[in-house]
């Protein structure tokens, strides 16, 4: 459906123009005429399929920007995911002069009490910022005519269920009020009941995430040796713009680190750093001034960022949902994307019930050997080279190449220039991540978080899908049938290391 069809005002038409949006996403399409009716809404659909025009469009709609009063609240779980969406609400609202704010805790509050004064028609926040204003009497909430909870299985999961529910109660009881989530536990129903007026649930099809366009890898390798195998993988699939994820913090920074030390733009952000600093890496993440992005779950949340071809799963998520919000990054827009998931030998069970969620079986894949790597170097390097030909430029070094060819041979010339660009695995810096626990076993082979166990009984479940492997057209390897006998214990060699990363500038 075109956005011209959902009666929207010409004020909004202009700004989704300009955005470069023409057809209506599912979750657009089924909810925007309902919230435009006045109706409340339960919108339960993944990450990356157009919700916040979903909820913005019809709230945009809604206000009236002569009136300078706050009229919409967006409660949001993180602190990207609210400036993201204040964003987009003012890119889609500008031609309406809409004027947006966003508070959220790690900055600085008293310059967020002097733009509250400043009357915005909405607010976005996180549930602590926001009763922080709140209890301040600097955010009075007596004239909001539509409240919005974004995905809001994640503030649950992140415990501001109560916050939530002391936010709704300053909250006039005349609002419309839009519920987005990506799951829908029985709180997030207990919501619905409690603090909407006979909400209609519209529900995305998995058929129609995202997901369908990702094609889906596993790699099956002790903890020891990821870090080795997925750079490796880097090299073979040349991926132009990546996000690694992490389970902790600490095997953010590693990994951070020592893919800079092997001579990639990468990159960390978590809940951790200072948010000038989480800013700063995600502008020059979307400038492509990074190769690499590593995060951990909460800091990815939400994030909506374009022209991501590949996700690699350092570690395994600890909930199937989060998976699919993982791989939700790539695969956008109608392009195909790579996900890749290293999963240790006592992990496998997990990644049966992802499948069971995913309703997809991954693709096992074979790790590059070093020589497959260092072709894929090569490649890169060539490719490189014939670019910075075609930019040309290079009669200022012409009487200096002359005299490098009375000394040495062109062959030669050309090699030592593939040998500066390209990056020879064998002589990479040796880095060694500190190995962290693996999941804990389930008996019923699900995932040990209250309420997500899925997919029934996995343990007896046996996996034959190891072996050799060819690469095929994008950069994945397709399956040749030869069983792996490896056994699932941990090795003596892989008790016996305690690793820790080092930096060899």
Known sequence: MNFKDLNLSEELLSSIERSGFEEATPIQEATIPLALAGRDVIGQA??????????????????????????????????????????????????????????????????????????PHIVVGTPGRMLDHINRHTLKLSTVETLVLDEADEMLNMGFLDDIEAIISKVPATRQTLLFSATMPAEIKRIGVQFMQEPEHVRIKTKEMTADLIEQFFVRAKEYEKFDIMTRLLDVQTPELTIVFGRTKRRVDELARGLEARGYKSEGIHGDLSQQKRMSVLRAFKNGELDILVATDVAARGLDISGVTHVYNYDIPQDPESYVHRIGRTGRAGKVGVSVTFVTPNEMSYLHVIENLTKKRMTPLRPPTEKEAFKGQLGQAMEEIETKMDENGLDRYLQAADELLEQYSAQDLAALLLKTIAKDPADAVPVKITPERPLPPSKKGGFNKGGNRRGGNNRNRRDNREGGYSRNKKGGYSKEGRKDSRKSSKTANEKKRGFVIRSNH
Do not use: S, W
Request: charged residues 25%; contains cysteine.
């Open 46 to 119: 993944q990450t990356g399929t157009g919700k916040t025009a979903a909820f913005g469009l019809p709230m945009l709609e809604k206000i009236d920007p002569k009136n300078h009063v706050l009229q919409g609240l967006v409660i949001a779980p993180t602190r990207e995911l609210a400036i993201q969406t204040q964003e987009e609400l003012y890119r889609l609202g500008r031609d309406k002069k809409i004027r947006v704010q966003a508070v959220y805790g790690g900055a600085d509050i008293n310059r967020q009490i002097r733009q509250l004064k400043d009357c």
